[in-house]
C-alpha cells in the first residue's frame, strides 16, 4: 500500500491563487521596493569614490575615533583597488534599502507588542520560525511571487533580517522600568508623550542592538540574495564560486567583511555614544586647557595672598 501526501500540488495551487488575484497589490510592493532600492543606489553612484570614502572616514572619525577613520580610509581604498567599488556601492545600497524597510516595519511591531501580551503571545512563535528557517528559504517564495531581480533579493533580505529589530524594540521598552513610567504619567503625559519621551529613549540602546543585528543579517543575506539576481558583491562571490576562482571568491568576500566591519562599528556608536570620536577629543582637549587655566590662576591668586608676597609689596 503507497501513501503519498501531495503537499506540494497544494502549495503550487496557493501561489498560483495569489498570483492571479493578488497581482496587482504585489506589483505595487515591487514597484516601492525598486523606487526605494533605486534611489538609494543613484544617490550612493552619483558620488565619486573619493567623495563617498570622505564621508565615510568623517563619519567614523566623528562616531567612533581617528584610529578607526584610518582603518575606514584604508578599507576603501582596498575596494576601489580591487575593481569591486561599483559592486560594494550595489551592496550598500541593497543594505541599506532593506534595513531602512525593515525597520520601518519592525520597529512598530515591536512597539505594538511591548502594549499588548496577547499580540506578544502570537507574534514570538513567528518570529521564532522566521529565525528557525534556513536562509536559502526566503528565496523560494520571493522568486515565486516576484521573479528574478534587485526586488526579490531585497524583499527576502528585508524578511530575513527584520525579527532582531521587532525583538530587542519589544525588550527594550518592556525593561524601562515602572519609576520612569510612573514619573512620566506623574507629570500628565499621554500614551504618545509617554512613548516618545520616555520609553522610546530610555529603550534606544536595546533598539540600536536590533538594527545593528539586522544590519548584519542583510549582509550576511547578500551572497544568498545573488542567486536571485540581488547582484553587489555576493554575485562576485557567487561567480567565483561557480568558475572554481578562488581569487575572484575571495575578493569578493573580502568586500564583504569590510563592509560589515564598517556598518558594524559606526551603528554599535549610535547606541551607546561617540565615546572616542572627534567631538569627545576635541572636548577633552578644551577641558583639559580650561583645567590648565584655572589651576594657573589659583596658584597666582594664592601667590598674591601668601604674607610673604604681602611683604615684599
Known amino acids: ?80 583597488g580591487m575593481g569591486l567599488w561599483e559592486e560594494t556601492v550595489n551592496t550598500l545600497a541593497l543594505v541599506l ?75 527594550g521598552i518592556r525593561q524601562v522600568s515602572e519609576e520612569n513610567v510612573e514619573a512620566g504619567l506623574a507629570f500628565g503625559c499621554t500614551d504618545w508623550q509617554l512613548l516618545s519621551k520616555v520609553q522610546f529613549p530610555l529603550a534606544l540602546p536595546t533598539i540600536m542592538a536590533g538594527v545593528n543585528q539586522t544590519i548584519m543579517l542583510a549582509l550576511s543575506m547578500v551572497v544568498i540574495a545573488s542567486m536571485i539576481g540581488a547582484g553587489g558583491l555576493g554575485n562576485t562571490v557567487l561567480t567565483g564560486i561557480q568558475r572554481l576562482d578562488v581569487g575572484l571568491g575571495f575578493e569578493g568576500g573580502l568586500g564583504v567583511v569590510v563592509l560589515a566591519i564598517l556598518l558594524d562599528r559606526i551603528t554599535q556608536s549610535f547606541g551607546h555614544g561617540a565615546t572616542g570620536g572627534l567631538f569627545s577629543f576635541l572636548k577633552s582637549v578644551f577641558a583639559t586647557g580650561s583645567r590648565a587655566e584655572g589651576h594657573s590662576g589659583t596658584r ?8 610673604a608676597h604681602g611683604r615684599n609689596g
Open 1 to 80: 500500500m503507497e501513501f503519498n501526501i501531495e503537499i506540494g500540488d497544494g502549495v503550487s495551487a496557493a501561489v498560483d491563487y495569489i498570483r492571479n488575484n493578488f497581482q496587482d497589490g504585489l506589483d505595487g510592493i515591487a514597484t516601492v521596493i525598486e523606487w526605494v532600492a533605486d534611489g538609494t543606489f543613484i544617490a550612493l553612484d552619483i558620488m565619486p569614490w573619493w567623495l563617498l570614502t570622505a564621508l565615510l572616514v568623517v563619519l567614523s572619525l566623528w562616531r567612533v575615533g581617528w584610529k578607526f577613520s584610518l582603518f575606514t580610509l584604508g578599507a576603501m581604498l582596498l575596494v576601489v
Open 97 to 171: 534599502t532593506a534595513t531602512f524597510i525593515a525597520l520601518v516595519v519592525g520597529i512598530p511591531i515591536g512597539i505594538a507588542m511591548s502594549r499588548n501580551d496577547t499580540l506578544e503571545t502570537l507574534v514570538r512563535p513567528i518570529l521564532d520560525l522566521m529565525q528557525t528557517l534556513p536562509p536559502f528559504v526566503y528565496l523560494i517564495p520571493a522568486a515565486m511571487f516576484f521573479g528574478l531581480g534587485k526586488v526579490p533579493g531585497t524583499i527576502a533580505t528585508i524578511v530575513f533580517a527584520m525579527p532582531p529589530v521587532v525583538r530587542l524594540t519589544n525588550l
Open 300 to 307: 597666582d591668586e594664592a601667590k598674591e595672598a601668601s604674607p
